[in-house]
């Protein structure tokens, strides 16, 4: 079991910073993989970024590299994601999701994770 609470969402002008926080809380298994993923209104979930909770190796959606950037606490149990320069196509709901089960594919995949949280609004203004 495994809870992920967002937070750090908000209105940013173009051009603007935030920084997406993720905290794990009630973790009773163990966690390999931490990913965040946005849904936009009309759209389908898409793949912002992963990292492993261990090495802390990290791979980013191809669009999105140099822009936004994952990176985790462990002695904290959170998860981060810096978003720089962020577009007004930027806006959508963001999601922390954890991996459990070791997933060994590409970390990309929605059904690659298995448990979510709530979602954080970004609405970035033009």
């Known amino acids: 079991q495994v809870q992920l609470v967002e937070s750090g969402g908000g209105l940013v002008q173009a051009g603007g910073s935030l920084r997406l926080s993720c905290a794990v809380s009630?973790?009773?298994?163990?966690?390999?993989?931490m990913g965040w993923f946005r849904q936009a209104p009309g759209k389908e979930r898409e793949f912002v970024a992963a990292i492993s909770w261990g090495s802390g190796r990290t791979n980013y959606a191809d669009s999105l590299k140099g822009r936004f950037t994952i990176s985790r606490d462990n002695a904290k149990d959170t998860v981060y994601l810096q978003m720089n320069s962020l577009k007004p196509e930027d806006t959508a709901v963001y999601y922390c999701?954890?991996?459990?089960?070791?997933?060994?594919?590409?970390?990309?995949?929605?059904?690659?994770?298995?448990?979510w949280g709530q979602g954080t609004q970004v609405t970035v203004s033009s």
């Open positions: 999701t954890a991996d459990t089960r070791r997933n060994s594919g590409s970390r990309m995949n929605p059904g690659e994770y298995d448990f």
């Open positions: 009630e973790r009773t298994v163990s966690i390999y993989n």
